[in-house]
């Protein structure tokens, strides 16, 4: 998994304001229609976990694991973050294929 560059990449859609973080926000927004992608770290506990994916494939949103809660924050430049929506399908697209 290329880190940095889907580090980055997060970072510059969270400063153009296409990135929502936290549990319940991320489920309004999938639920809303407006989740483009999900990011789920790998350290979610897996009553969070369960409730995300479900979410996922119920409303049909691609959902990703990455390595941990710090380095989704970190791209993001917060504290660790469990859960991670993008709001844009150009950024939710290239962050696809960066995590592939």
Partial sequence: MKSNQ??????????ARKVISGE????????SGKAKLVLLS???????????TDKCSSYNVPCKIVDNR????????K???????VLDDGFATKLMTLLD
Avoid: F, Q, Y
């Fill in 6 to 15: 889907w580090m980055s990449l997060l970072g510059l859609a969270n400063r």
């Fill in 24 to 31: 319940e926000l991320s489920i309004k927004e999938i639920r």
């Fill in 42 to 52: 790998a350290d979610a506990s897996s009553n969070t976990a369960k409730k995300i």
């Fill in 79 to 85: 504290e660790a973050r469990v859960v991670v929506a």
């Fill in 70 to 77: 710090e380095n989704l924050g970190t791209a993001i430049g």
